[in-house]
């Protein structure tokens, strides 16, 4: 989303560090590309451990692109907050092209090296549109909070952390205001309600300490 900012911090890295073996491990053939998807709630950290995991990709001379699920929401930002407030019952998966997502991955898993996609315009509340270059890329990495719902990657992290104790990286991001109303705690519940039973569908579980295990 143009217009954003992360800031990518030691905790953000500990998670990439636990994700990137077995990104490595299903990257042992030569000619293959491989999906990854980055899922949980609002402020966990998504955005932040997916470039990270891009970064220690490189590390290793694996380049990678990333797909963030705000570029697919089918609103902006500011509209799609409208539109939930004018009825709660938007809120959920068909928020999100999740469909064209799914589509555009499995495109790049598929050779394709440039893949036309929407990018959202945070402060002029549009949705543009970009060329994401892919050229010699391996890894495409999905990041969202309804990412683990994307069939064509290959693995699914989901972080195991609530919309209560992400509170405060929200507080940090700061993005708007608005983010922080009793309106959106309720946005956040609903959400959860959802979210939480995506983590059964996850093969990589970021614990609570953004430790990385297997979903056993």
Known sequence: ???????????????????APLVRKSL??????????????????????????????????????????????????????????KDIAWVGPQEVKLDLMDQHMRAFLDGDTAIEKP??????????????????????IAEGTYTTLIEAARH?????????????????????ASELDAFIDRV???EHGIISAHKAKADIIINEDYSVSPNT
């Open 1 to 19: 989303m143009r217009g954003d900012s992360i800031v990518i911090e030691d905790h953000h890295r500990k998670a990439a560090a636990g994700i």
């Open 156 to 176: 699914h992290a989901f972080i195991d952390r609530d919309y209560t104790q992400t509170r405060k990286h929200r507080e940090k991001r700061n993005r708007d």
């Open 188 to 190: 956040l519940e609903i």
């Open 119 to 140: 990018e959202v315009v945070y402060e002029d509340d549009v949705v543009d549109s970009e060329v994401l270059d892919a050229t010699g890329a391996r890894v495409a």
């Open 28 to 85: 042992e053939d030569a000619n293959v590309r491989i999906g990854v998807t980055v899922a949980g709630e609002s402020g966990s950290g998504k955005s932040e451990i997916a470039a990270a995991l891009a970064e220690a990709l490189a590390a290793d001379g694996i380049d990678s692109v990333i797909f963030g699920q705000d570029d697919y929401f089918v609103y902006p930002p500011k509209s799609n907050d409208a539109a939930r407030r």
